[in-house]
Each structure stands twice: as structure tokens, then as C-alpha cells.
């Protein structure tokens, strides 16, 4: 007979503390854009798991875009703020946080930063109750000089920031963020996605490759940080040890052209597939022999967790958060970013030494499902939100 079973942080949900007045929390939740991206995955697992029967969220998102389209058919709540102008757009979203009244305002990416915050200031100026403001901070880009000027004012106004990784920690100091605590949430892996997940058998016969044939793949957004085209670089050297592999690249984004180019002029065009936009993501990442995140910076870097959730040997940089998700050579392969010779290298040795492949796939699969689930991330998020509006009711049943 075993014993008991062993005790798993993430099926224990967050003990909500009773606190003044109604019982769900009203949460607003801001988007910079409504296209697809890292944030805006993140914001739909948050949203998926929240305890909707001590939360009520709603979202703003300041464009329209398929990710907004995603949110409004699984049922959330959305308005859109279209308005290119900052000033229009907090105008807007002022109006709209007088209607909704919530005790809690969670912003993503720059802009929303930006809209929002002002957004909150001019609703507590005209006499509103002003909502618990927090902020998480996805990315790692590097701001021009007036940004950076900016997004310094912002913290003192700010209740909470939200850091992705460590490296993130590092990104808000050297950008002298200062005013607002910094609490470090790592995203997390919907491992009810990102676990059993069958394989996605027509894989292949879409798009033409060979049976039996290696598959390396990336899934990222197709802009420069993402270092798809290093990834292509080292294209010519991967195939000379791996004559059948092909190389995936799953999403969309502004550099498809360039890409497809330059595949063509390193001569790898017939053993490149640019899929575009997919709905089936786990499917098609459990369809790949490696793994690989080739970016020149990462804030965390979710698709590698993902794909190591699916038991997927990985490839990544080592930049940003990366190395934070990775230990080199036990959970996958780190390699110096922007350096195809390496890169080629490390795919190589996974799609050659299977037994190797075999158990570092197997360690990160044990590793995301120690460390990175989402309920351990979406726990975390919760007890600020509870923090928050506990603050909010209390300042205003003390001021009534």
C-alpha cells in the first residue's frame, strides 16, 4: 500500500480573508494592445483562473486585435479604447473606471501603464474613490530616453509592480523605477493544456514535410528580439549533420518578409516552414523533436516552459529570465544568443543523442510542474488583488 499522496502547491487555492463591503472584488484589467503576445496569453490564463465567484474582472484593451476577439468568445468581458491620442484614451478610460467603480486597476505592457495610471489619477482628482493600481511588467525592451523619463513618474502613483523574472527585477531598478514595492510573480504553465497533449498528427502532411523527418521548432512572435534569424543562420549547419530536419517557426508578426528572405538566401527556403498564425499551439509544440527560443532578449520566456510542461527537449538563450527557467545541460541547453555556430550545435546534439534528449526533456518536464504551474501564479496575483481591495475599502470606510 503507498501513502499518502504528496502534497501539491498547485491544487491548494488561495483562503480568501473576508474584508468590508461586497463580496467579489471588482478588477479591471488593462491591455496596451489587443493583438497577440506574451501579455496578452498571460492575461487570458490569469482570467481563465481566477475564482470568478470572488472576482469580477473586466478588460480594457487600448486597440482591438485577435487576442481581444479570443477573450469576448470565451465569454469575458471587453471594451475597447481605441483612441491613438493619450490624452483621448485616458479621457475614455476615466469615464468608463467612474461607471465600473473597481477596487482594483491591473495594467500590461507600456502603454497601459501610461493610460492607466493617468487614468486613476484624474479619477481620484475629480473626487472618485481611487482603485489599487498594479502593474506587470512583461517586457524586456529597452526604452528610448524619453520612455524611460517617463515610466519613472509612474511608480510613486503605483501601488504594486510586478516583476516576471529576476531579470525583470534587475530591468526596474536600472530604469530607476522607484515609489512602488516590486513583487516577483513568474508566469506560469496551464499545465491542463500543456501535459497530456496529443501530438498534432497532420503535422507533416500540411505542409509537405517528409515522414519520419526531424522537426525543430520556435514559436514566437516574428519580430527582432526574438532571434529568428539566427535561428536561420544556423540553418546550413544544423542540416549538414541532419540532412532531414526541418525548422518550424509558428506565429505572426512584422519580420515574415525579411525571414523568408533570408531563408532563401542562406538556401534553407525548401527546409523552412513559416506556419503563421496557429490555434493548436500545445498540439503542434508536442509535435516537435526540439524545442528552441533563439532570442537576443526574453523576459521570461514562456514558450520554452511550455514546451518542457510537453516534455519537449529546449534550446534557448541565455539572456534575460531565460536562465532562470533553465539550468544548462539538466533542464535544456542554453547557448550564447546571436551565435548560430553554437546554436546549430546544441540542436544537433538533441536531435543525435536521444538518450540525452530523453532525460533533459524529462527533468524540465519535472521542473514546470514543481515550479511553474499556473495556479501557483495565478495564487500570487490573487493575494494582491485581496491586498488591494482590502485597502481601498478600508481607507474608504474610514474616510465615510
Not at 237 to 249: E, F, K, M, S, T
Request: hydrophobic share 40%.
Amino acid at each position: 500500500m503507498g501513502g499518502p499522496p504528496a502534497w501539491d502547491p498547485c491544487l491548494v487555492p488561495l483562503e480568501h480573508v473576508p474584508m468590508p463591503g461586497p463580496k467579489r472584488v471588482r478588477v479591471v484589467e488593462i491591455l496596451a494592445t489587443g493583438t497577440n503576445g506574451g501579455a496578452q496569453e498571460h492575461l487570458y490564463s490569469l482570467l481563465t483562473r481566477l475564482d470568478a465567484t470572488w472576482y469580477e474582472a473586466s478588460v480594457v484593451a487600448l486597440s482591438g486585435g485577435s487576442a481581444v476577439r479570443k477573450l469576448e468568445r470565451h465569454g469575458f468581458d471587453v471594451t475597447v479604447i481605441d483612441h491613438p491620442d493619450d490624452a483621448d484614451a485616458v479621457r475614455a478610460l476615466t469615464a468608463h473606471l467612474a461607471l465600473v467603480r473597481p477596487d482594483v486597476v491591473h495594467t500590461h505592457m507600456y502603454r497601459a501603464d501610461v493610460v492607466g495610471t493617468r487614468a486613476v489619477m484624474a479619477l481620484a482628482a475629480s473626487g472618485h474613490r481611487r482603485p489599487y493600481i498594479v502593474s506587470t511588467v512583461h517586457s524586456s525592451r529597452v526604452r528610448s530616453h524619453e520612455d524611460r523619463e517617463l515610466i519613472r513618474q509612474l511608480p510613486p502613483e503605483m501601488d504594486q509592480l510586478i516583476a516576471v523574472s529576476k531579470s525583470i527585477e534587475r530591468k526596474i531598478a536600472d530604469e530607476h523605477r522607484t515609489g512602488a514595492p516590486v513583487r516577483l510573480i513568474y508566469n506560469g504553465v496551464d499545465l491542463q493544456r500543456y501535459d497530456h497533449q496529443d501530438p498534432c498528427c497532420t503535422l507533416r502532411d500540411e505542409y509537405g514535410m517528409e515522414p519520419g523527418s526531424h522537426v525543430v521548432g520556435v514559436v514566437a512572435r516574428l519580430e527582432p528580439e526574438k532571434g529568428h534569424q539566427t535561428l536561420i543562420e544556423a540553418w546550413p549547419h544544423v542540416l549538414r549533420a541532419c540532412p532531414d530536419a526541418y525548422l518550424l517557426i509558428v506565429g505572426e508578426g512584422s519580420r515574415r518578409d525579411f525571414l523568408e528572405q533570408w531563408a532563401s538566401a542562406h538556401r534553407v527556403g525548401h527546409r523552412v516552414v513559416f506556419t503563421g498564425r496557429r490555434d493548436d499551439i500545445p498540439a503542434v509544440t508536442a509535435a516537435l523533436d526540439v524545442a528552441v527560443l533563439p532570442s537576443w532578449r526574453e523576459a521570461q520566456g514562456l514558450s520554452i516552459l511550455e514546451a518542457m510542461a510537453l516534455s519537449r527537449p529546449v534550446v534557448a538563450s541565455d539572456v534575460g529570465g531565460i536562465p532562470e527557467m533553465i539550468e544548462d545541460g539538466v533542464t535544456g541547453l542554453l547557448v550564447e544568443h546571436d551565435n548560430p555556430v553554437a546554436l546549430a550545435a546544441a540542436i544537433v546534439r538533441l536531435l543525435s543523442d536521444h538518450a540525452f534528449a530523453d532525460t533533459i526533456a524529462r527533468a524540465g518536464h519535472d521542473l514546470v510542474h514543481d515550479r511553474f504551474c499556473i495556479e501557483l501564479m495565478v495564487k500570487s496575483i490573487e493575494e494582491v488583488y485581496d491586498e488591494g481591495a482590502r485597502a481601498v475599502r478600508l481607507a474608504e470606510s474610514a474616510a465615510s
